[in-house]
């Protein structure tokens, strides 16, 4: 089965095009079903953190409208397709209450974890930090994923590779990286919580081919190992880039004995045969 479970929407206000060309792109590319996660607005927060976070989500007033076209949407191609509705939620350290509470009035099929900004250093979005060395960020990166896989608000953590595309090995170099990574994958098994293998990080990794490559590869082999769970999506914030580099992309996990992916209805896993 192919699936495609990261994909954005003009809902965020920065993703272009239409929903239906998203539906459309997939249906041409032969993806069986696709979940929409687009990025919940940060309006539910407290004053405090909403003050610091810039917003790059939803409007509180287009979660509705969001849902409602894709619901629409997918009556109109269920024979074409499957569409599942997701949201892609910053994981904020303290705010699980407000979360819930506010998602609490609505049924997603899925809803995807992400750390983008790590508040005890930087309210910035980690493309935007610059530090050297990066010990502290990394320390920290990957406690905020851990306590994101321990949260069980989400059911997949998104591109826990991010890290590595925006900052330099820290001191302890990759084996440092590594030992992290160790922990986060364990954490999600600990915490029946997927993975997620994000299209952009993998296509990262091959443009940097150096040794930071070999952590993506890194991390699929100890996925393997440990025998965590996945969920895989594009990323997409254009239309054309549904699945994108799904090519080269499924053969590579299959090379690293991953063969299975999970899909979610009402927040329930199916493990499926991948590909
Ligand atoms: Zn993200
Ligand atoms: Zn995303």
């Excluded at 699936?3 to 997939?26: E, K, N």
């Excluded at 960020?137 to 590595?164: G, T």
């Excluded at 054309?240 to 996990?253: A, E, I, R």
């Amino acid at each position: 089965m192919i699936v495609d479970y990261h994909i954005h929407s003009p809902y965020c206000g920065h993703a272009h095009g239409l929903i239906i060309q998203y539906i459309q792109t997939a249906i041409q590319k032969g993806i069986h079903e696709i979940c929409f996660t687009d990025h919940l607005g940060r309006y539910y927060l407290s004053k405090v953190q909403k003050k610091r976070l810039w917003d790059w989500g939803m409007n509180e007033r287009d979660l509705p409208r969001y849902l409602l076209e894709i619901a629409d949407l997918k009556e109109v191609f269920s024979n074409q397709i499957s569409i599942k509705t997701g949201l892609e939620i910053d994981f904020i350290e303290g705010a699980d209450e407000l979360l819930k509470g506010t998602l609490n009035e609505y049924t997603f099929d899925f809803k995807i974890g992400s750390v983008h900004c790590l508040p005890r250093i930087s309210w910035k979005h980690l493309s935007e930090i610059q530090e050297s060395p990066t010990d502290r960020i990394y320390k920290e990166y990957f406690r905020l994923v851990n306590e994101a896989f321990k949260s069980k608000l989400f059911q997949s953590i998104a591109h826990i590779d991010f890290i590595w595309r925006y900052f330099q090995m820290p001191s302890g170099g990759r084996n440092a990286v590594e030992e992290l990574l160790d922990n986060a994958i364990q954490s999600a098994v600990d915490n029946d919580c997927c993975i997620e293998i994000n299209a952009n990080g993998f296509m990262w990794s091959q443009a940097n081919a150096v040794d930071k490559d070999d952590l993506f590869c890194y991390m699929l082999e100890k996925i393997n190992t440990l025998g965590a769970k996945i969920t895989i999506g594009s990323d997409a914030h254009e239309p054309f880039l549904v699945g994108k580099s799904y090519q080269t992309l499924l053969p590579v996990l299959k090379q690293f004995n991953i063969t299975t992916t999970c899909i979610f209805t009402d927040g329930k896993r199916q493990i499926v045969p991948l590909g």
